[in-house]
């Protein structure tokens, strides 16, 4: 009845020097930490998800894996949002 006025839910933090996200396909968490590093200004270009060609972009996706900004390291989905799926281009 309060949720507008007050919270009674405790927030989830991570604490951590680096972190390793690799989410899934989009959805509730899908390239969360992607998105949110582009709405707070931290991430200037994302190129975001689109089709792919898995015969050439999923090696190139796996290779790719890398630090997009200090302390973020992104692979899989989250990579896909970053480069648009266009990795092998970028990193063959």
Do not use: W, Y
């Not at 020097?17 to 899934?24: E, P, Q, R, W």
């Not at 989009?26 to 992607?34: E, I, T």
């Amino acid at each position: 009845m309060h949720h507008h006025d007050q919270s009674c839910m405790d927030p989830n933090t991570i604490n951590a020097h680096v972190l390793i996200s690799a989410t899934g396909h989009d959805g509730p968490f899908g390239a969360f930490c992607v998105k949110r590093a582009e709405s707070i200004g931290l991430l200037t270009k994302r190129e975001a998800m689109r089709g792919l060609d898995m015969n050439k972009a999923e090696d190139a996706i796996v290779k790719s894996a890398r630090e997009i900004i200090p302390g973020l390291v992104v692979g899989g989905m989250e990579l896909a949002e970053v480069d648009g799926a266009k990795s092998e281009a970028k990193r063959s």
